[in-house]
């Protein structure tokens, strides 16, 4: 008898939220989004078990028609329009619902650790250059912005919390400052909407960003097993992509950018192989192999001995930017922007965010939007000659050469077969480096801004920053 009181319930409970079931939209598809133009755009949700969906667009009236499974989830691919708006959607399995201000333009994924999530208004005691007044004057309708809230689990989620907001002051001031001025750069350029979605967590490793499939290739990181294994809910692998990555997968997008990498500084041994899984299973995950871009910023220098326990080794992060420079040269629809010029030496967050932004929108610009005339990439260090007690340097990506204040830098070393460094002359010839140090006789190596805490010196023609480098593998 209970057990068949248990079943009766159980079909009553079926009905009861089978009648009950209505349109249902995760948070990413609400009023005032922005959809990806000209493109097959991906949209789902929740509705009457084995109901008929119908979906219809006021940009041209079609209508699109699926059916929603045992479990009432449903998917549909829509085409959309050349940029425009604002445009309604409407769904229904019999009950309508409306997704109302959506505009058509070019959408993008923000993501990583801090320097990512470090809105506008700065954090407390760490300001953004010049935000206030860039705040003062955001004010546009074209840009919208959408930040996930935070949120860490072991389960794959279905949906986010947030809301799309127009850029505005109050908007701006909290929303990623790297984004914001990426988005804008790109507004302001191709003269259409721009919509950003932030999914970013201060502190977290990129072991977080990743599933259990994409980390099986190291072995050496411990995957949770229950919610009590999540120690801290930003550096636990797999627990931020199940929570804020996961529910948008899928969602059509123009590209991701990214600015990860300070809480993996220890470990650049496995940064470049576990950075190029997880944008090629992002990718994959999304159904969209190499298609996606995806653009970084390097990390910025900064003197890492202020977070490190007394009595233990300073590890140089020039490790990790090595390790971040060999992803975007061997990885399809990849782009790196450096920083070597814009860190600041006590601060893990650097203040000078418009130039982290811009960056990142001159590679989109020039190499996913096509932009002609302008260039996006820094120049990278091709090889080195040695001749007698000179070593010259020659660089790739430079087709206007080189530049540096007074054509010379200060941030070169040499070494000799001894492998220690010393601090060496370096004056520019034309396209190459020259560089020579009274104390190496015989040089064998040399090495480009490889400390914790530099402040670039060397740059394209159009002043992009020539990224730490060095020749040997010691």
């Not at 769904?91 to 650790?113: A, H, N, R, Y």
């Not at 992509?241 to 990498?261: D, E, N, S």
Request: with cysteine.
């Amino acid at each position: 008898m209970k057990y068949l009181s248990k079943l009766i319930l159980l079909a009553f409970l079926t009905v009861l939220a089978t009648a009950n079931a209505e349109i249902k939209l995760p948070a990413i598809f609400s009023d005032g989004m922005l959809m990806q133009q000209k493109t097959n755009a991906n949209i789902w949700g929740k509705a009457t078990p084995k109901s008929q969906i119908t979906l219809t667009a006021s940009w041209d009236k079609t209508k699109f028609s699926t059916q929603s499974d045992e479990q009432g989830n449903w998917k549909i691919s829509i085409k959309t329009p050349s940029a425009g708006g604002p445009y309604t959607l409407t769904v229904t399995d019999g009950k309508p619902f409306t997704v109302k201000d959506i505009l058509i333009g070019e959408l993008w994924l923000c993501s990583g650790q801090s320097n990512m999530e470090m809105p506008m208004k700065g954090f407390k005691n760490q300001p953004v250059e010049g935000a206030n007044m860039d705040i003062l004057k955001s004010t546009n309708p074209n840009l919208r912005l959408f930040t996930v809230k935070r949120n860490s689990t072991i389960e794959a989620q279905t949906d986010i919390t947030g809301q799309w907001q127009a850029a505005s002051p109050e908007s701006v001031g909290e929303f990623s400052a790297t984004g914001y001025y990426f988005g804008r750069s790109l507004q302001e350029t191709l003269h259409v909407p721009v919509g950003l979605v932030n999914s970013s967590w201060g502190g977290s490793c990129i072991e977080a960003w990743m599933t259990e499939d994409m980390l099986r290739a190291f072995p050496s990181v411990k995957i949770p097993k229950t919610e009590k294994d999540i120690k801290e809910k930003n550096r636990t692998p797999t627990t931020l992509y199940q929570a804020m990555i996961h529910p948008i997968v899928g969602l059509t997008i123009k590209g991701v950018i990214w600015y990860q990498g300070e809480s993996n500084y220890d470990r650049a041994n496995t940064y470049a192989g576990m950075f190029t899984t997880m944008i090629k299973e992002w990718r994959k995950n999304w159904g969209q192999k190499d298609t996606i871009p995806f653009y970084y910023c390097q990390i910025a220098p900064f003197d890492y001995s202020i977070i490190t326990e007394k009595g233990k080794e300073v590890i140089n992060s020039a490790y990790l930017r090595e390790a971040q420079a060999k992803v975007e040269v061997s990885v399809p629809a990849t782009g790196m922007a450096v920083l070597l010029d814009a860190g600041l030496e006590k601060g893990i967050h650097p203040v000078r965010k418009q130039i982290a932004g811009e960056r990142l929108a001159l590679l989109a610009l020039t190499k996913s939007y096509a932009i002609k005339g302008v260039s996006g990439e820094s120049p990278y260090y091709k090889g080195m000659e040695i001749h007698g007690d000179t070593v010259q340097v020659s660089f790739e990506r430079a087709p206007m050469w080189i530049a540096a204040r007074n054509f010379e830098s200060k941030l070169f070393t040499v070494a000799g077969a001894d492998k220690v460094f010393y601090p060496a002359k370096a004056w520019i010839v034309r396209s190459k480096m020259y560089v020579k140090s009274d104390a190496v006789k015989i040089p064998v190596a040399v090495r480009y801004g490889f400390e914790n805490y530099v402040e670039g010196d060397l740059f394209s023609n159009e002043g992009l920053p020539v990224s730490s480098f060095r020749s040997d593998n010691w």
